[in-house]
C-alpha cells in the first residue's frame, strides 16, 4: 500500500465510524409536540422515518425525527437534524444540493463543499448507487416538510 492509498484507508475508517456513531446513537431522536412533520420512505432498503420540523419565519428552529432504517438513512437523518437547525430554509436546501451533488458523486467545481462540513463523510456512499437513496431520504423528507407537503415521499 502506498502512503496516499494508506491515508484514504484511513479516511475511509474515519468516515465508518462517525456514521457508525451516529446510527447508534441517533442526535435529536424523537418527536416535536408542535410544528410540521413529513414521512418518508425508502422502499429499495425499507428505510422509513418521520420528520418534525419547526419554522420560525423563515428559519429551523428545531429538528426532530423518529423511524427505523438502515445505518446510513439514521446516520444520514441524526447528521442533518445537527446540520439544519438554526439555518435558514433556503440555506437548508442549498446544503441538500452540495449533499446529492456529493453522494452522487456528481460534486463539481460549481458545487459547494464547504457547506457540508461534516457531512463529507458520506462521500464513499457514491460508490454504491444502491445507498445513495438511504443517504438522502431524510433530505427529500425535510424538503417536504419546508413546503408543507402532506405527500409521503417515497424514493422511488
Ligand atoms: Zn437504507
Not at 427505523?68 to 436546501?93: F, L, N, P, Q, R
Given at each position: 500500500?502506498?502512503?496516499?492509498?494508506?491515508?484514504?484507508?484511513?479516511?475511509?475508517?474515519?468516515y465508518?465510524?462517525?456514521?457508525?456513531?451516529?446510527?447508534?446513537?441517533?442526535r435529536n431522536?424523537?418527536?416535536?409536540?408542535e410544528?410540521?412533520h413529513?414521512?418518508g420512505?425508502?422502499?429499495?432498503?425499507?428505510?422509513r422515518l418521520?420528520?418534525?420540523?419547526?419554522?420560525?419565519?423563515d428559519?429551523?428552529?428545531?429538528?426532530?425525527f423518529?423511524?427505523?432504517?438502515?445505518a446510513?438513512?439514521?446516520?444520514?437523518?441524526?447528521?442533518?437534524t445537527e446540520?439544519?437547525?438554526?439555518?435558514?430554509?433556503a440555506?437548508?436546501?442549498?446544503?441538500?444540493?452540495?449533499?446529492?451533488d456529493?453522494?452522487?458523486?456528481?460534486?463539481n467545481?460549481g458545487?459547494?463543499?464547504?457547506?457540508?462540513?461534516?457531512?463529507?463523510?458520506?462521500?464513499?456512499?457514491?460508490?454504491?448507487?444502491?445507498r445513495?437513496?438511504?443517504a438522502t431520504?431524510?433530505?427529500?423528507?425535510?424538503?417536504?416538510?419546508c413546503?408543507?407537503?402532506?405527500?409521503?415521499?417515497?424514493?422511488?
Amino acid at each position: 500500500m502506498t502512503r496516499e492509498e494508506q491515508q484514504m484507508s484511513d479516511l475511509r475508517a474515519l468516515y465508518q465510524e462517525v456514521i457508525l456513531d451516529h446510527s447508534k446513537a441517533p442526535r435529536n431522536f424523537g418527536k416535536l409536540a408542535e410544528g410540521r412533520h413529513a414521512e418518508g420512505f425508502n422502499p429499495l432498503c425499507g428505510d422509513r422515518l418521520t420528520l418534525y420540523l419547526n419554522v420560525d419565519g423563515d428559519v429551523v428552529a428545531d429538528a426532530r425525527f423518529e423511524g427505523s432504517g438502515c445505518a446510513i438513512s439514521t446516520a444520514s437523518a441524526s447528521m442533518m437534524t445537527e446540520m439544519v437547525k438554526g439555518k435558514t430554509i433556503a440555506d437548508a436546501e442549498k446544503i441538500f444540493e452540495a449533499f446529492h451533488d456529493l453522494v452522487t458523486g456528481e460534486a463539481n467545481e460549481g458545487s459547494d463543499e464547504e457547506l457540508l462540513g461534516k457531512l463529507a463523510v458520506f462521500a464513499g456512499v457514491q460508490e454504491y448507487p444502491t445507498r445513495v437513496k438511504c443517504a438522502t431520504l431524510a433530505w427529500h423528507t425535510l424538503k417536504a416538510a419546508c413546503h408543507e407537503s402532506d405527500a409521503p415521499v417515497s424514493t422511488e
